[in-house]
């Protein structure tokens, strides 16, 4: 049996699906604060129109959005009906729409267009470009599009990380593991495991499996250029992460590109 048949997965991880209530205790949302005033900078300083409204592609939960609605008008697509509605409870002053970020068409452009880490969802160069194509066509001219992958192949470490927190009688700790199969250099695995304990102290152990791209930062850089972008790496300033450890990827649509 091959390794990627073993490692498929058709319906997705179950964070995002049967798990998805729990999700505010895996990341909660006054820990994205720090982050969303980054993305926010990033755009005011780089787009060359007033940034009005966006185009958050792979929302998750709305925790970005719960901070940028402040001065975007957000549009919140995720191709998960469960996070969706997790980010309506939390976000109901904003759009939301059912999507894949390889495929949707909005018939419409936004001047900051964003595709934070469930960017690392597309584990291959084929899938990569589409998303990337489908924010080049949701971007104004002069507007920017920021896409922030986990790693790339410069800066990926295997590794472990822990985290969780309490909530409304519940809680949650997870144990995550890193690694990179033998027979593959374009994607590696993020093994999950969840620790869940409910208002009656029971608790649950689970399993999930996510499977994550990982492509080289000149591969980025020409897939950016080669939708129609100019391209350019930015660091990722984030007082959890080091100068060097993380970066995040710009894309400037051309004021005048002969095709808006």
Same mark, same amino acid.
């Given at each position: 049996?091959?390794?990627n048949?073993?490692?498929s997965?058709?319906?997705?991880?179950?964070l995002?699906?049967?798990?998805?209530?729990?999700?505010p205790?895996?990341?909660?949302?006054?820990?994205?604060?720090?982050?969303?005033?980054?993305y926010?900078?990033?755009?005011?300083t780089?787009?060359?129109?007033?940034p009005?409204?966006?185009?958050?592609?792979?929302?998750?939960?709305?925790?970005?959005?719960?901070?940028?609605?402040?001065?975007?008008?957000?549009?919140?697509?995720?191709?998960?009906?469960?996070?969706?509605?997790?980010?309506s409870?939390?976000?109901?002053?904003?759009?939301?729409?059912?999507?894949?970020?390889?495929?949707?068409?909005?018939?419409?452009?936004?001047?900051?267009?964003?595709?934070?880490?469930?960017?690392?969802?597309?584990?291959?160069?084929?899938d990569?470009?589409?998303a990337?194509?489908?924010?080049?066509?949701?971007?104004?001219?002069?507007?920017?599009?920021?896409?922030?992958?986990?790693?790339?192949?410069?800066?990926?470490?295997?590794?472990?990380?822990?985290?969780? +927190?309490d909530?409304?009688?519940?809680?949650?700790?997870? =144990?995550?593991w /890193?690694w $990179?199969? !033998?027979? &593959?250099?374009?994607?590696?695995?993020?093994?999950m495991?969840?620790?869940?304990?409910?208002?009656n102290?029971?608790?649950?152990?689970?399993?999930d499996?996510?499977l994550?791209?990982?492509?080289?930062?000149?591969?980025?850089?020409e897939?950016?250029?080669?939708?129609?972008?100019?391209s350019?790496?930015?660091?990722f300033?984030?007082? +959890?992460y080091?100068?060097t450890?993380?970066?995040?990827? =710009?894309?400037? /649509?051309? $004021?005048? !590109?002969? &095709?808006?």
């Open positions: 049996m091959s390794f048949h073993e490692i997965s058709d319906q997705g991880p179950l995002y699906r049967d798990l998805a209530d729990w999700y205790l895996l990341t909660p949302v006054g820990d994205y604060a720090e982050e969303a005033a980054f926010r900078h990033l755009f005011e780089h787009c060359r129109r007033s009005r409204t966006l185009l958050d592609l792979g929302s998750g939960g709305g925790h970005n959005a719960a901070y940028l609605k402040a001065t975007l008008a957000c549009t919140l697509v995720d191709l998960a009906p469960a996070m969706l509605s997790l980010s409870r939390l976000n109901p002053d904003c759009e939301h729409v059912q999507g894949d970020m390889r495929s949707i068409r909005l018939g419409r452009v936004f001047d900051c267009v964003l595709l934070h880490d469930a960017v690392s969802y597309m584990a291959s160069r084929t990569l470009a589409r990337i194509a489908t924010a080049f066509e949701h971007t104004a001219p002069g507007g920017v599009a920021m896409f922030q992958p986990d790693f790339v192949s410069e800066t990926f470490a295997p590794g472990t990380e822990t985290g969780g +927190s909530g409304n009688g519940r809680a949650l700790r997870y =144990l995550e /890193r $990179v199969p !033998d027979s &593959r250099t374009d994607m590696y695995v993020t093994d495991a969840y620790l869940l304990r409910d208002v102290g029971a608790v649950e152990v689970i399993h499996r996510h994550m791209g990982l492509f080289p930062r000149a591969v980025w850089l897939l950016i250029s080669t939708a129609g972008f100019d350019l790496v930015v660091p300033e984030h007082s +959890s080091s100068d450890g993380h970066e995040v990827f =710009l894309g400037r /649509r051309p $004021v005048a !590109d002969g &095709r808006a």
